[in-house]
């Protein structure tokens, strides 16, 4: 199945869905990720591995963390070379004074949002699609 290109349908269909628990970013220098943790997204960087792993992994395992976030995930499908949406929805969270950060998954777009105003992004991004229809 192929992803959405259009802007203004994949505003309108993004349904977003926050994920339960409390997530944080790590950075292993040398990239060897402990058995324990079972990381939601990992990124090569030159300065070491990033992941993103539930709070409580990263606890238990030892693990400097930072940035606790709520997952939100937009269950439009987008196509990896649509245009606009990524600025769209930093735009709106932009207004409303909420960070986030995005990572693209093959089928969906994935939101990491301060923890204590997930909630409220998500009525952000709800609004959004609702005045995009």
């Given amino acids: 199945m192929k992803g959405e290109r259009d802007l203004r349908t994949l505003l309108h269909g993004l349904r977003p869905e926050l994920r339960p628990g409390r997530y944080v970013y790590v950075t292993l220098p040398g990239g060897d990720v402990p ?58 969270l932009t207004d409303a004074g909420i960070s986030c950060n995005v990572v693209a998954g093959f089928h969906h777009d994935h939101l990491f949002v301060p923890y204590a105003r997930a909630a409220e992004a998500v009525q952000v991004l709800e609004a959004l699609a609702a005045e995009s229809g």
């Fill in 35 to 92: 058995r324990s943790v079972t990381p939601v997204v990992t990124v090569s960087e030159q300065e070491g591995l990033t992941l993103v792993v539930q709070e409580a992994q990263a606890v238990a395992a030892g693990l400097d963390h930072h940035f606790v976030a709520g997952w939100i995930t937009l269950r439009v499908h987008s196509a990896l070379e649509a245009v606009g949406l990524t600025a769209a929805v930093s735009l709106a």
